[in-house]
């Protein structure tokens, strides 16, 4: 929400910076970079997040992506996979030399244990684990981007990152079965909140109670200080148990002060192993904005 309040000294340094780098043919000319992104779509029908209890147990899954160019002059993509366990990232190459889109590709537990080395058996698999898919794109000129760093670092800014048009990657977490949503009650962490209400490692009340439906918690405002409303206002999370995916509504609109009323929804993920919530959060129709909680 602070960011609202700097839109107008942005404004007034984005014209200062068009009107320095005016044309005059010479030096001072400004030179651009081709980019290119790509749009990394989770393919309907396939799982939606790493399925923990399959995994463990020697079990199947079957990961899907739709694989697009959201920008650029592409001429061809490997997609690539991003494997965390604790603190070791390992990249991969899942799928190479990909030239028609929209490419849909699908990996199994197989195609995992084949392309990372730090995976090799269901021992292997943790529940705090997860995969990141996005894509190394080569253009038309020969220019290589990655998205990416090695160790699982973006390279690309929120402009991509709460792109209402395309996403640059997908993320898949393990998730465990949910009966109820119980796991998501407690006092949680902030781990990333791109509205800036909050900010890194503040505390945020999550509760569930059975009587408001067995598969929804509340996250509430107690501890927002720009909350006009912020002891009966709170964000609504239903959750779809076959999937970990998420629903996000509010009881109410979110009161910043006059003029400043907002509507919240949104969707993301959760994960009945760790009991991490992910949201990805839209104001008024402006986002997403992602919004991550750990315990």
Known sequence: MKKIKYI????ILALM????CTDDGGSSVTEFIE?????????????????????????SIKIGVTMSVARGDVASMNIVGYYTKGTVVEKAVLT???????ANVTYTEADLYKAFTILNTSNDFGITDNLVISADITLKNGTVINMFTDKGVKK????????LQFTASQTYIMACPITNAATFNGNYKVVQDD???????DIIPVVYEA???????????TNNPYLVNYSTSYIIVTINPATGAVTVTSNEGFNYGPGQVYTLTGSGNVSNCTGDINLKLIFNGSGPYTFNLTK
């Open 156 to 163: 690309f800014g929120a402009d991509i990152s709460n792109s």
């Open 195 to 201: 509205w800036q209400d909050y900010s890194k490692g």
């Open 17 to 20: 910076m068009i009107t320095s």
């Open 8 to 11: 107008a000294v942005t404004l």
């Open 35 to 59: 980019g290119a992104v790509p749009n990394v779509v989770k393919t309907p029908g396939t799982d939606a997040s790493l399925n923990y209890a399959a995994l463990k147990s020697g079990g």
């Open 96 to 102: 190479t030399g990909v030239t028609t889109f929209p």
């Open 211 to 221: 009587a408001f439906g067995t598969l929804k918690f509340k996250i509430l405002n």
